[in-house]
């Protein structure tokens, strides 16, 4: 279950080096403080989690619903409003700020974001089809997904059948990913490893769940 978790935007990679003088690849992930704007409960909502704004947008640029939303909590306005799902939520108060000192180095962490939108794309390239014969015989047909139907019965394609269609621009989750450093005063962590989505894209680092049962 997550115990805790921060927001952050994907600013690229780069390498340095460890005490071993190896290099490690990391994402860069800046991790300005996000401001907790509702505390939803078990109790009262069905489910336990932080919304919480980062960034900061002008009021006007809103509707009234959702600056009113923010003057009610008494918190600046964000341009993001994003809802953190957590096993415990009572240290927590309106107003709070989360940073990058939630995570220190060596921790092992979930990272999701929106992955990059690669257009429309093959079954190759989409599923890892393996893609028709290219002997003898096959003609303009080789990275075609074959036959997708049935005969007389059922007479139909079934539904969730892999064919070709838009890729990519949907939530991705990377399990069990190291920090490498966490450098709070510079509002940085750095992520062994790739992490989805562009550069600037918005994502939710939360501690791993699966790590602790291997």
């Known amino acids: 279950m997550t115990k805790k978790a921060i927001v952050g935007r994907k600013i690229?990679?780069?390498?340095?080096?460890?005490?071993?003088?190896?290099?490690?690849?990391?994402?860069?992930v800046e991790v300005n403080p996000c401001r907790v704007?509702?505390?939803?409960?078990?109790?009262?909502?069905?489910y336990n989690a932080l919304q919480v704004a980062i960034d900061e947008k002008d009021p006007s640029k809103m509707s009234k619903a959702e600056a009113g939303h923010y003057k009610k909590a008494g918190v600046t306005p964000g341009k993001n409003l994003l809802e953190l799902r957590l096993e415990d939520v009572s240290a927590y108060e309106v107003g709070q700020e989360i940073g990058a000192d939630t995570f220190e180095a060596g921790e092992w962490i979930d990272v999701s974001g929106v992955s990059?939108?690669?257009?429309?794309?093959g079954v190759m390239k989409r599923h890892n089809f393996a893609g028709q014969r290219a002997t003898h015989g096959a003609?303009?047909?080789?990275?075609?997904?074959?036959?997708?139907?049935q005969c007389a019965t059922p007479?139909?394609?079934f539904k969730g059948m892999k064919m070709a269609g838009r890729m990519g621009g949907e939530k991705v989750t990377t399990q069990n990913l190291k920090i490498v450093k966490s450098e709070p005063?510079?509002?940085?962590?750095?992520?062994?490893?790739?992490?989805p989505g562009k550069k600037g894209g918005v994502v939710i680092l939360s501690n791993a769940t699966k790590k602790a049962s291997k």
């Open 155 to 157: 007479s139909r394609v």
């Open 185 to 195: 005063e510079k509002n940085v962590v750095l992520v062994k490893g790739a992490v």
């Open 139 to 149: 003609h303009l047909v080789h990275r075609m997904p074959g036959s997708i139907g």
């Open 12 to 28: 690229g990679m780069t390498q340095i080096w460890d005490e071993d003088n190896k290099i490690v690849p990391v994402t860069v």
């Open 116 to 121: 990059k939108g690669k257009g429309y794309a």
């Open 37 to 46: 704007v509702e505390i939803k409960t078990q109790a009262e909502h069905g």
